[in-house]
Protein backbone atom coordinates (compact mmCIF):
# COMPACT_ATOMS: atom_id res chain seq x y z
CA UNK A 1 0.00 0.00 0.00
CA UNK A 2 3.22 2.97 0.83
CA UNK A 3 4.79 1.48 -2.15
CA UNK A 4 1.77 2.20 -4.40
CA UNK A 5 1.51 5.81 -2.80
CA UNK A 6 5.10 6.54 -3.77
CA UNK A 7 4.37 5.31 -6.72
CA UNK A 8 1.56 7.56 -7.22
CA UNK A 9 3.71 10.88 -5.67
CA UNK A 10 6.26 10.09 -8.37
CA UNK A 11 4.29 10.02 -11.09
CA UNK A 12 2.37 13.49 -10.32
CA UNK A 13 5.64 14.76 -8.95
CA UNK A 14 7.31 14.07 -12.54
CA UNK A 15 4.24 15.24 -14.88
CA UNK A 16 4.21 18.52 -12.95
CA UNK A 17 8.15 18.92 -13.82
CA UNK A 18 7.25 18.19 -17.19
CA UNK A 19 4.84 20.78 -17.73
CA UNK A 20 6.75 23.79 -15.47
CA UNK A 21 9.38 23.10 -17.60
CA UNK A 22 7.77 23.91 -20.64
CA UNK A 23 5.85 26.83 -19.43
CA UNK A 24 9.60 27.97 -18.40
CA UNK A 25 10.76 27.69 -21.33
CA UNK A 26 7.90 30.11 -22.81
CA UNK A 27 8.26 32.43 -20.43
CA UNK A 28 11.92 32.73 -21.08
CA UNK A 29 11.77 31.87 -24.76
CA UNK A 30 9.74 35.19 -25.07
CA UNK A 31 12.17 37.11 -22.99
CA UNK A 32 14.81 35.78 -25.37
CA UNK A 33 12.65 37.22 -28.41
CA UNK A 34 12.29 40.24 -26.66
CA UNK A 35 16.42 40.39 -26.56
CA UNK A 36 16.92 39.57 -30.01
CA UNK A 37 14.16 41.96 -31.31
CA UNK A 38 16.32 44.81 -29.64
CA UNK A 39 19.61 43.61 -31.41
CA UNK A 40 18.00 43.19 -34.53
CA UNK A 41 16.51 47.15 -34.33
CA UNK A 42 20.09 48.03 -33.56
CA UNK A 43 21.97 46.52 -36.37
CA UNK A 44 19.43 47.78 -38.89
CA UNK A 45 19.47 51.11 -37.68
CA UNK A 46 23.39 50.70 -38.35
CA UNK A 47 22.61 49.60 -42.10
CA UNK A 48 20.43 52.42 -42.74
CA UNK A 49 22.98 54.27 -41.42
CA UNK A 50 25.87 53.38 -43.53
CA UNK A 51 23.14 53.34 -46.81
CA UNK A 52 21.98 56.98 -46.06
CA UNK A 53 25.43 58.82 -44.75
CA UNK A 54 26.64 59.68 -47.92
CA UNK A 55 23.23 59.36 -50.34
CA UNK A 56 23.76 63.20 -50.64
CA UNK A 57 27.40 63.56 -51.48
CA UNK A 58 27.04 62.43 -55.33
CA UNK A 59 24.09 65.00 -55.70
CA UNK A 60 26.65 67.89 -54.05
CA UNK A 61 29.76 66.69 -56.25
CA UNK A 62 27.05 66.84 -59.19
CA UNK A 63 26.19 69.98 -58.97
CA UNK A 64 30.35 71.49 -58.31
CA UNK A 65 31.98 73.29 -61.23
CA UNK A 66 35.21 71.53 -61.35
CA UNK A 67 32.85 68.27 -61.92
CA UNK A 68 30.88 70.05 -64.61
CA UNK A 69 33.59 71.80 -66.55
CA UNK A 70 35.73 68.19 -66.57
CA UNK A 71 32.75 66.53 -67.76
CA UNK A 72 32.48 68.94 -70.85
CA UNK A 73 36.12 68.69 -71.61
CA UNK A 74 37.93 70.67 -69.42
CA UNK A 75 41.29 68.68 -67.80
CA UNK A 76 41.04 66.56 -65.06
CA UNK A 77 44.58 66.92 -63.23
CA UNK A 78 42.64 69.81 -61.03
CA UNK A 79 39.72 67.57 -60.29
CA UNK A 80 41.52 64.26 -59.62
CA UNK A 81 43.05 65.76 -56.83
CA UNK A 82 40.13 67.10 -55.27
CA UNK A 83 38.37 63.71 -55.68
CA UNK A 84 41.56 62.68 -53.99
CA UNK A 85 41.63 65.18 -51.47
CA UNK A 86 37.39 64.30 -50.79
CA UNK A 87 37.74 60.92 -50.66
CA UNK A 88 40.47 60.61 -48.34
CA UNK A 89 38.52 62.75 -45.82
CA UNK A 90 34.92 61.21 -46.07
CA UNK A 91 36.98 57.62 -45.86
CA UNK A 92 35.39 56.82 -48.98
CA UNK A 93 37.01 53.52 -51.22
CA UNK A 94 36.76 56.15 -54.80
CA UNK A 95 34.76 58.91 -56.14
CA UNK A 96 35.04 58.87 -59.75
CA UNK A 97 33.62 60.91 -62.51
CA UNK A 98 32.13 58.86 -66.26
CA UNK A 99 31.82 60.43 -69.39
CA UNK A 100 27.68 60.04 -71.10
CA UNK A 101 29.11 56.73 -72.28
CA UNK A 102 30.12 55.38 -68.89
CA UNK A 103 33.52 55.80 -69.42
CA UNK A 104 35.65 56.89 -66.58
CA UNK A 105 37.56 60.14 -66.98
CA UNK A 106 38.30 61.28 -63.65
CA UNK A 107 39.12 58.80 -60.12
CA UNK A 108 40.13 59.76 -56.91
CA UNK A 109 42.86 56.52 -57.01
CA UNK A 110 44.41 58.19 -60.23
CA UNK A 111 47.32 57.47 -58.60
CA UNK A 112 46.87 53.38 -58.10
CA UNK A 113 47.71 50.60 -61.01
CA UNK A 114 43.88 49.46 -60.54
CA UNK A 115 42.63 52.85 -61.01
CA UNK A 116 39.00 53.01 -62.79
CA UNK A 117 40.13 55.99 -65.44
CA UNK A 118 39.73 54.76 -68.44
CA UNK A 119 37.16 51.80 -67.28
CA UNK A 120 33.64 52.00 -68.93
CA UNK A 121 31.06 51.17 -66.61
CA UNK A 122 27.99 51.41 -68.75
CA UNK A 123 26.84 47.87 -67.56
CA UNK A 124 26.43 48.41 -64.43
CA UNK A 125 23.07 49.66 -63.15
CA UNK A 126 23.06 52.57 -61.09
CA UNK A 127 25.01 54.24 -64.20
CA UNK A 128 22.18 53.55 -66.21
CA UNK A 129 19.66 54.71 -63.83
CA UNK A 130 21.79 57.97 -63.07
CA UNK A 131 21.41 58.82 -66.75
CA UNK A 132 17.58 58.46 -66.62
CA UNK A 133 17.68 61.00 -64.49
CA UNK A 134 17.18 59.29 -60.65
CA UNK A 135 19.83 58.81 -58.15
CA UNK A 136 21.33 54.57 -58.81
CA UNK A 137 22.68 52.32 -55.98
CA UNK A 138 23.95 49.34 -56.42
CA UNK A 139 25.90 46.58 -54.23
CA UNK A 140 28.55 44.66 -56.37
CA UNK A 141 31.69 43.37 -56.66
CA UNK A 142 33.77 45.71 -57.78
CA UNK A 143 34.58 44.79 -61.82
CA UNK A 144 38.08 46.55 -61.37
CA UNK A 145 39.62 45.99 -57.97
CA UNK A 146 37.70 42.77 -57.47
CA UNK A 147 36.57 44.55 -54.00
CA UNK A 148 32.64 44.41 -52.91
CA UNK A 149 30.91 48.16 -52.10
CA UNK A 150 27.86 49.95 -52.41
CA UNK A 151 27.79 52.04 -55.49
CA UNK A 152 25.93 55.33 -55.34
CA UNK A 153 25.76 58.09 -58.69
CA UNK A 154 23.85 60.95 -59.90
CA UNK A 155 23.90 62.27 -63.26
CA UNK A 156 25.87 65.51 -64.38
CA UNK A 157 24.02 68.43 -66.44
CA UNK A 158 25.26 70.87 -68.19
CA UNK A 159 23.95 74.81 -68.44
CA UNK A 160 21.27 73.56 -70.97
CA UNK A 161 20.69 70.37 -68.84
CA UNK A 162 21.70 67.99 -71.04
CA UNK A 163 23.57 64.80 -69.57
CA UNK A 164 27.21 65.31 -69.49
CA UNK A 165 28.50 62.26 -67.03
CA UNK A 166 27.51 60.50 -64.34
CA UNK A 167 29.48 61.20 -61.01
CA UNK A 168 29.50 57.98 -58.29
CA UNK A 169 31.23 57.03 -54.64
CA UNK A 170 31.96 53.75 -53.94
CA UNK A 171 31.31 52.80 -49.83
CA UNK A 172 33.25 49.66 -48.40
CA UNK A 173 31.04 47.93 -45.95
CA UNK A 174 33.78 45.96 -44.80
CA UNK A 175 33.88 47.62 -41.15
CA UNK A 176 30.26 47.23 -40.25
CA UNK A 177 30.98 43.41 -41.43
CA UNK A 178 33.84 42.95 -39.15
CA UNK A 179 31.74 44.90 -36.00
CA UNK A 180 29.45 41.92 -36.89
CA UNK A 181 31.53 39.06 -36.32
CA UNK A 182 33.85 40.88 -33.34
CA UNK A 183 30.61 41.03 -31.45
CA UNK A 184 30.23 37.28 -31.64
CA UNK A 185 26.80 37.17 -32.72
CA UNK A 186 25.24 35.85 -35.96
CA UNK A 187 23.81 38.57 -38.47
CA UNK A 188 23.41 38.28 -42.40
CA UNK A 189 22.17 41.11 -44.93
CA UNK A 190 20.40 40.03 -48.05
CA UNK A 191 19.61 41.72 -51.29
CA UNK A 192 16.90 41.69 -53.18
CA UNK A 193 17.67 38.30 -54.82
CA UNK A 194 18.43 36.55 -51.46
CA UNK A 195 21.99 37.01 -52.43
CA UNK A 196 23.89 37.21 -48.57
CA UNK A 197 25.88 39.99 -49.38
CA UNK A 198 27.42 40.93 -45.73
CA UNK A 199 27.32 37.79 -42.98
CA UNK A 200 29.28 37.27 -39.40
CA UNK A 201 29.70 34.15 -40.44
CA UNK A 202 32.22 34.06 -43.75
CA UNK A 203 30.94 30.80 -45.16
CA UNK A 204 27.68 32.37 -45.31
CA UNK A 205 28.93 34.99 -47.36
CA UNK A 206 27.67 35.23 -51.57
CA UNK A 207 25.29 32.46 -50.91
CA UNK A 208 21.52 32.63 -51.75
CA UNK A 209 19.15 32.17 -48.94
CA UNK A 210 16.66 30.52 -51.76
CA UNK A 211 17.78 29.10 -55.11
CA UNK A 212 18.20 31.34 -57.82
CA UNK A 213 15.81 31.18 -60.69
CA UNK A 214 17.51 31.93 -64.49
CA UNK A 215 16.14 35.21 -64.81
CA UNK A 216 17.68 36.84 -61.63
CA UNK A 217 21.16 34.32 -62.37
CA UNK A 218 20.93 36.30 -65.98
CA UNK A 219 20.23 39.57 -64.43
CA UNK A 220 23.03 39.09 -61.97
CA UNK A 221 25.60 38.05 -64.91
CA UNK A 222 24.69 40.82 -66.62
CA UNK A 223 25.45 43.33 -64.12
CA UNK A 224 28.24 41.43 -63.63
CA UNK A 225 27.58 42.13 -60.28
CA UNK A 226 29.30 38.89 -58.26
CA UNK A 227 32.03 37.98 -60.82
CA UNK A 228 33.72 34.69 -59.81
CA UNK A 229 30.65 33.26 -56.78
CA UNK A 230 29.01 30.78 -57.72
CA UNK A 231 26.16 31.92 -55.34
CA UNK A 232 24.98 28.60 -54.31
CA UNK A 233 22.29 27.91 -51.50
CA UNK A 234 22.90 28.86 -48.09
CA UNK A 235 22.88 25.73 -45.96
CA UNK A 236 20.02 27.00 -43.77
CA UNK A 237 15.80 26.29 -43.60
CA UNK A 238 13.34 29.11 -41.92
CA UNK A 239 11.21 26.99 -39.00
CA UNK A 240 8.24 27.93 -37.25
CA UNK A 241 7.53 29.85 -34.52
CA UNK A 242 10.59 32.30 -35.25
CA UNK A 243 13.16 29.76 -35.41
CA UNK A 244 15.65 28.38 -38.41
CA UNK A 245 18.08 25.50 -38.64
CA UNK A 246 21.37 26.97 -40.06
CA UNK A 247 24.19 25.46 -40.74
CA UNK A 248 22.77 21.89 -39.04
CA UNK A 249 22.19 24.26 -35.81
CA UNK A 250 18.72 25.05 -34.20
CA UNK A 251 18.59 28.96 -33.63
CA UNK A 252 16.08 31.69 -32.83
CA UNK A 253 15.61 33.60 -36.07
CA UNK A 254 14.43 37.00 -36.66
CA UNK A 255 14.49 39.05 -39.80
CA UNK A 256 13.98 42.91 -41.01
CA UNK A 257 12.42 43.42 -44.71
CA UNK A 258 11.77 47.03 -44.19
CA UNK A 259 15.29 48.11 -45.71
CA UNK A 260 16.37 49.73 -48.61
CA UNK A 261 16.39 48.04 -52.22
CA UNK A 262 13.94 45.19 -50.33
CA UNK A 263 16.79 43.75 -48.88
CA UNK A 264 16.68 42.13 -45.25
CA UNK A 265 18.12 41.44 -41.87
CA UNK A 266 18.85 38.03 -39.86
CA UNK A 267 19.13 37.84 -36.75
CA UNK A 268 20.27 34.71 -35.21
CA UNK A 269 20.34 33.32 -31.55
CA UNK A 270 20.40 30.60 -29.35
CA UNK A 271 18.19 29.72 -27.26
CA UNK A 272 20.77 28.27 -24.62
CA UNK A 273 19.98 30.41 -22.07
CA UNK A 274 16.03 30.51 -22.20
CA UNK A 275 16.86 26.15 -21.65
CA UNK A 276 19.37 26.45 -18.70
CA UNK A 277 17.20 28.81 -16.81
CA UNK A 278 13.96 26.77 -17.59
CA UNK A 279 16.13 23.47 -16.09
CA UNK A 280 17.07 25.84 -13.27
CA UNK A 281 13.73 26.82 -12.24
CA UNK A 282 11.95 22.70 -12.60
CA UNK A 283 15.53 21.86 -10.51
CA UNK A 284 14.52 24.57 -8.08
CA UNK A 285 11.05 22.91 -8.20
CA UNK A 286 11.54 19.24 -7.60
CA UNK A 287 14.14 20.51 -4.22
CA UNK A 288 11.21 21.84 -3.16
CA UNK A 289 8.81 19.02 -4.01
CA UNK A 290 11.60 17.11 -2.18
CA UNK A 291 11.76 19.44 0.83
CA UNK A 292 8.15 19.40 1.24
CA UNK A 293 7.88 15.53 1.08
CA UNK A 294 10.58 15.07 3.25
CA UNK A 295 9.07 17.41 6.10
CA UNK A 296 5.83 15.83 5.65
CA UNK A 297 7.59 12.35 6.27
CA UNK A 298 9.41 13.81 9.11
CA UNK A 299 6.07 15.46 10.61
CA UNK A 300 4.84 11.64 10.39
CA UNK A 301 8.35 10.46 12.11
CA UNK A 302 7.39 13.09 15.06
CA UNK A 303 4.09 12.04 15.76
CA UNK A 304 5.02 8.35 16.07
CA UNK A 305 7.99 9.38 17.93
CA UNK A 306 6.16 11.62 20.36
CA UNK A 307 3.91 9.07 21.84
CA UNK A 308 6.98 7.04 23.22
CA UNK A 309 8.58 10.14 23.91
CA UNK A 310 6.23 11.17 26.65
CA UNK A 311 7.63 8.43 29.33
CA UNK A 312 11.07 10.18 28.55
CA UNK A 313 9.30 13.59 28.71
CA UNK A 314 7.95 12.76 32.25
CA UNK A 315 11.58 11.58 33.36
CA UNK A 316 13.25 14.52 32.02
CA UNK A 317 11.09 17.27 34.07
CA UNK A 318 12.02 14.88 37.11
CA UNK A 319 15.38 15.73 36.18
CA UNK A 320 14.78 19.72 35.24
CA UNK A 321 13.11 19.49 39.07
CA UNK A 322 16.33 18.33 40.38
CA UNK A 323 18.70 20.85 38.49
CA UNK A 324 16.43 23.77 39.73
CA UNK A 325 16.44 22.40 43.18
CA UNK A 326 20.19 22.50 42.57
CA UNK A 327 20.32 25.77 41.21
CA UNK A 328 18.53 27.00 44.65
CA UNK A 329 20.70 25.59 46.30
CA UNK A 330 23.74 27.31 45.05
CA UNK A 331 22.19 30.40 44.95
CA UNK A 332 21.27 30.18 48.71
CA UNK A 333 25.11 29.52 48.96
CA UNK A 334 26.45 32.25 46.53
CA UNK A 335 23.59 33.94 49.24
CA UNK A 336 25.40 33.08 52.39
CA UNK A 337 28.80 33.85 50.84
CA UNK A 338 27.60 37.75 49.63
CA UNK A 339 26.23 37.92 53.26
CA UNK A 340 29.61 36.93 55.24
CA UNK A 341 31.37 39.64 52.81
CA UNK A 342 28.88 42.16 53.90
CA UNK A 343 29.67 41.12 57.66
CA UNK A 344 33.59 41.81 56.95
CA UNK A 345 33.23 44.71 55.07
CA UNK A 346 30.47 46.17 57.87
CA UNK A 347 33.62 44.61 60.41
CA UNK A 348 36.09 46.64 58.83
CA UNK A 349 34.16 50.15 58.91
CA UNK A 350 33.69 49.50 62.67
CA UNK A 351 37.21 49.09 62.73
CA UNK A 352 37.83 51.68 60.81
CA UNK A 353 35.54 54.09 62.97
CA UNK A 354 37.23 52.31 66.19
CA UNK A 355 40.43 53.60 64.50
CA UNK A 356 39.35 57.42 63.98
CA UNK A 357 37.59 57.55 67.42
CA UNK A 358 40.99 56.03 69.25
CA UNK A 359 43.25 58.20 66.56
CA UNK A 360 41.51 61.42 67.55
CA UNK A 361 42.20 60.32 71.44
CA UNK A 362 45.39 59.66 71.03
CA UNK A 363 46.25 62.93 69.41
CA UNK A 364 44.40 64.79 71.91
CA UNK A 365 45.68 62.80 74.93
CA UNK A 366 49.36 63.47 73.63
CA UNK A 367 49.60 66.61 72.61
CA UNK A 368 49.30 68.57 76.22
CA UNK A 369 52.27 66.33 77.01
CA UNK A 370 54.06 66.35 73.98
CA UNK A 371 54.19 70.16 74.69
CA UNK A 372 55.08 69.68 78.16
CA UNK A 373 58.16 68.04 77.20
CA UNK A 374 58.78 70.64 74.59
CA UNK A 375 58.88 73.38 76.98
CA UNK A 376 60.93 71.38 79.34
CA UNK A 377 63.45 70.82 76.52
CA UNK A 378 63.56 74.34 75.43
CA UNK A 379 64.27 75.38 79.15
CA UNK A 380 67.26 73.29 79.96
CA UNK A 381 68.18 74.57 76.10
CA UNK A 382 68.58 77.96 77.46
CA UNK A 383 70.04 77.22 81.03
CA UNK A 384 72.56 75.10 79.26
CA UNK A 385 75.79 76.59 77.52
CA UNK A 386 76.32 73.80 75.27
CA UNK A 387 73.19 71.53 73.66
CA UNK A 388 74.09 67.63 75.31
CA UNK A 389 73.84 64.39 72.79
CA UNK A 390 71.22 63.64 75.07
CA UNK A 391 69.41 67.13 74.74
CA UNK A 392 69.24 66.18 71.05
CA UNK A 393 68.37 62.87 70.79
CA UNK A 394 65.33 63.63 73.25
CA UNK A 395 64.21 66.82 70.54
CA UNK A 396 64.63 64.75 68.11
CA UNK A 397 62.17 61.73 69.57
CA UNK A 398 59.65 64.64 70.51
CA UNK A 399 59.56 66.17 66.74
CA UNK A 400 58.99 62.30 65.39
CA UNK A 401 56.29 62.01 67.95
CA UNK A 402 54.55 65.22 67.51
CA UNK A 403 54.63 63.96 63.25
CA UNK A 404 53.25 60.72 64.56
CA UNK A 405 50.68 62.33 66.33
CA UNK A 406 50.12 64.46 62.91
CA UNK A 407 49.94 61.57 61.06
CA UNK A 408 47.07 59.98 63.10
CA UNK A 409 45.00 62.88 62.40
CA UNK A 410 44.10 61.86 58.92
CA UNK A 411 41.75 58.80 60.31
CA UNK A 412 40.10 61.40 62.81
CA UNK A 413 39.30 64.03 60.89
CA UNK A 414 40.31 65.28 57.01
CA UNK A 415 43.97 66.97 56.50
CA UNK A 416 46.48 67.82 53.96
CA UNK A 417 49.93 68.77 54.17
CA UNK A 418 52.16 70.20 50.85
CA UNK A 419 54.62 68.21 49.30
CA UNK A 420 58.34 68.77 48.63
CA UNK A 421 61.31 67.33 47.26
CA UNK A 422 62.31 63.72 49.61
CA UNK A 423 65.60 62.26 49.21
CA UNK A 424 64.23 58.37 49.64
CA UNK A 425 68.18 57.21 50.80
CA UNK A 426 67.92 60.42 53.48
CA UNK A 427 64.87 58.89 54.92
CA UNK A 428 66.02 55.23 54.93
CA UNK A 429 68.68 56.30 56.89
CA UNK A 430 67.22 58.37 59.60
CA UNK A 431 64.92 55.90 59.87
CA UNK A 432 67.84 53.19 60.45
CA UNK A 433 69.21 55.83 63.22
CA UNK A 434 65.83 55.38 64.65
CA UNK A 435 65.53 51.85 65.02
CA UNK A 436 69.12 51.53 66.17
CA UNK A 437 68.81 50.49 69.62
CA UNK A 438 66.18 47.86 68.21
CA UNK A 439 68.41 46.49 65.85
CA UNK A 440 71.37 46.37 68.56
CA UNK A 441 68.72 44.41 70.92
CA UNK A 442 67.99 41.93 68.42
CA UNK A 443 71.17 41.43 66.96
CA UNK A 444 69.87 41.76 63.35
CA UNK A 445 72.22 42.07 60.24
CA UNK A 446 71.42 45.02 58.44
CA UNK A 447 72.62 45.67 54.74
CA UNK A 448 72.07 48.71 52.69
CA UNK A 449 72.62 49.12 49.07
CA UNK A 450 71.77 52.82 47.39
CA UNK A 451 72.54 54.83 44.44
CA UNK A 452 75.64 57.44 45.62
CA UNK A 453 72.74 60.46 43.89
CA UNK A 454 69.94 61.21 45.76
CA UNK A 455 67.12 59.63 45.10
CA UNK A 456 64.34 62.34 45.05
CA UNK A 457 60.83 61.92 45.57
CA UNK A 458 57.62 63.92 45.82
CA UNK A 459 55.92 63.87 49.17
CA UNK A 460 56.40 64.21 53.33
CA UNK A 461 59.36 63.34 54.64
CA UNK A 462 57.96 62.74 57.75
CA UNK A 463 55.10 60.59 56.65
CA UNK A 464 57.75 58.40 54.00
CA UNK A 465 59.78 57.88 57.36
CA UNK A 466 56.75 56.62 58.96
CA UNK A 467 56.33 53.88 56.43
CA UNK A 468 59.97 52.80 56.40
CA UNK A 469 60.15 53.09 60.09
CA UNK A 470 56.76 50.24 60.06
CA UNK A 471 57.96 47.91 57.02
CA UNK A 472 61.73 47.98 59.19
CA UNK A 473 59.91 47.23 62.68
CA UNK A 474 57.95 44.41 60.82
CA UNK A 475 60.46 42.66 59.29
CA UNK A 476 62.85 42.92 62.62
CA UNK A 477 59.86 41.59 64.77
CA UNK A 478 59.33 38.91 61.60
CA UNK A 479 63.29 37.72 62.55
CA UNK A 480 62.90 36.88 66.29
CA UNK A 481 63.57 33.40 66.58
CA UNK A 482 66.17 33.24 64.02
CA UNK A 483 69.02 31.95 64.41
CA UNK A 484 71.05 34.88 61.97
CA UNK A 485 68.40 37.05 61.17
CA UNK A 486 69.18 39.51 58.51
CA UNK A 487 67.63 42.40 56.79
CA UNK A 488 68.40 43.72 53.36
CA UNK A 489 66.85 47.00 51.98
CA UNK A 490 67.96 47.90 48.72
CA UNK A 491 66.75 51.33 47.14
CA UNK A 492 66.91 51.61 43.19
CA UNK A 493 64.94 53.31 40.65
CA UNK A 494 63.21 52.42 37.60
CA UNK A 495 61.11 54.32 34.81
CA UNK A 496 60.65 57.58 36.55
CA UNK A 497 60.31 55.21 39.81
CA UNK A 498 61.87 55.57 43.00
CA UNK A 499 61.98 51.49 44.26
CA UNK A 500 62.44 50.77 48.13
CA UNK A 501 62.58 46.98 48.86
CA UNK A 502 62.97 45.36 52.37
CA UNK A 503 63.87 42.21 52.58
CA UNK A 504 63.91 39.78 55.82
CA UNK A 505 64.06 35.61 56.28
CA UNK A 506 61.93 35.47 59.28
CA UNK A 507 58.74 33.21 59.31
CA UNK A 508 57.15 35.20 55.92
CA UNK A 509 53.40 36.03 55.22
CA UNK A 510 52.31 32.56 55.61
CA UNK A 511 48.87 31.97 54.70
CA UNK A 512 47.87 35.80 55.10
CA UNK A 513 47.90 38.06 51.86
CA UNK A 514 49.12 42.19 52.01
CA UNK A 515 44.99 42.99 51.74
CA UNK A 516 44.23 41.10 54.83
CA UNK A 517 47.72 42.86 56.63
CA UNK A 518 46.63 46.48 55.68
CA UNK A 519 43.29 45.89 57.38
CA UNK A 520 43.42 47.73 60.96
CA UNK A 521 43.70 45.58 63.86
CA UNK A 522 44.95 42.81 62.03
CA UNK A 523 48.77 41.47 63.13
CA UNK A 524 50.24 37.96 62.99
CA UNK A 525 52.36 38.81 66.22
CA UNK A 526 51.46 37.26 69.44
CA UNK A 527 48.67 38.74 72.03
CA UNK A 528 50.10 41.99 73.45
CA UNK A 529 53.11 43.11 70.81
CA UNK A 530 50.98 44.92 68.54
CA UNK A 531 47.68 46.76 67.72
CA UNK A 532 47.66 45.59 63.90
CA UNK A 533 47.76 49.75 62.63
CA UNK A 534 51.53 49.62 61.23
CA UNK A 535 50.38 48.70 57.41
CA UNK A 536 47.43 49.93 57.63
CA UNK A 537 48.46 53.60 58.18
CA UNK A 538 51.59 52.54 56.07
CA UNK A 539 49.26 51.54 52.76
CA UNK A 540 47.21 54.81 53.38
CA UNK A 541 50.33 57.04 52.90
CA UNK A 542 51.60 55.14 50.25
CA UNK A 543 48.67 55.83 48.57
CA UNK A 544 48.30 59.85 49.27
CA UNK A 545 51.62 59.75 47.70
CA UNK A 546 50.50 58.03 44.49
CA UNK A 547 52.86 54.85 45.39
CA UNK A 548 52.51 51.36 45.25
CA UNK A 549 53.30 48.51 48.40
CA UNK A 550 53.47 44.80 47.17
CA UNK A 551 54.43 41.95 49.59
CA UNK A 552 55.69 38.28 48.67
CA UNK A 553 57.42 35.48 50.54
CA UNK A 554 60.82 35.36 49.81
CA UNK A 555 62.90 32.51 48.07
CA UNK A 556 64.32 30.02 50.98
CA UNK A 557 62.19 31.94 53.66
CA UNK A 558 60.73 35.52 54.64
CA UNK A 559 59.44 38.00 53.26
CA UNK A 560 59.92 40.91 50.38
CA UNK A 561 58.09 44.61 50.94
CA UNK A 562 58.16 46.51 48.12
CA UNK A 563 57.40 49.72 47.79
CA UNK A 564 56.87 52.77 44.46
CA UNK A 565 57.11 56.35 44.78
CA UNK A 566 57.11 58.49 41.75
CA UNK A 567 60.35 60.24 41.30
CA UNK A 568 59.93 64.18 41.31
CA UNK A 569 60.41 65.16 37.52
CA UNK A 570 62.52 67.95 36.52
CA UNK A 571 58.74 70.38 36.02
CA UNK A 572 57.96 69.84 39.34
CA UNK A 573 61.33 71.04 40.52
CA UNK A 574 61.84 74.33 38.08
CA UNK A 575 57.95 75.29 39.34
CA UNK A 576 59.01 74.76 43.31
Given at each position: ?????????????????????????????????????????????????????????????????FVIGTAEGESTGTLNRRLEDFAAQAGLDAIYLMDEDGITISAS????????????????????????????????????????????????????????????????????????????????????????????????????????????????????????????????????????????????????????????????????????????????????????????????????????????????????????????????????????????????????????????????????????????????????????????????????????????RFFARSESEAFGDVDLGASVNAVLALVAPNVEQTNVNISLSAP?????????????????????????????????????????????????????????????????????????????????????????????????????????????????????????????
Open positions: MRSTSYIVIFVVATAASIGLYLVSYQYFLSQELSKAQGRLSLYQSSVNGELERFSHLTYVLSQDSNYREISSFVGQNYAFRPYFQTAMSGAQGRFYAIGATTGLPGYFIANVVLDAAAAPTGVIAIKIDFSSLQDSWRNSGEQVLLANEDGVVLLASDPDWQYRALVPLSEQQQERIKQARQFPGQMLDPLDWTELPENQARISGEKRLHLAATDLPHGWSLHYFASDDRAVARSWLVTFVFVLLAGAVFIVLQLQKNRRVRAALARSEQEEAQLRQANERLAVEIEDRKTAERRLKRTQGELERASRLAALGQLSASVTHELGQPIAAMRNHLVAAEIGSSDETKLTQKIGGLVDRMEGITRQLADPVIVRGIALRIEQVITNLLRNAIDATDGTDAPEIDIVVTTSDNEAILEIQDNGHGLGDATLAELQEPFVTTRESGRGMGLGLAISASIVKDHNGTMTANDRDGGGTVFRVTFPMASDKEETEE
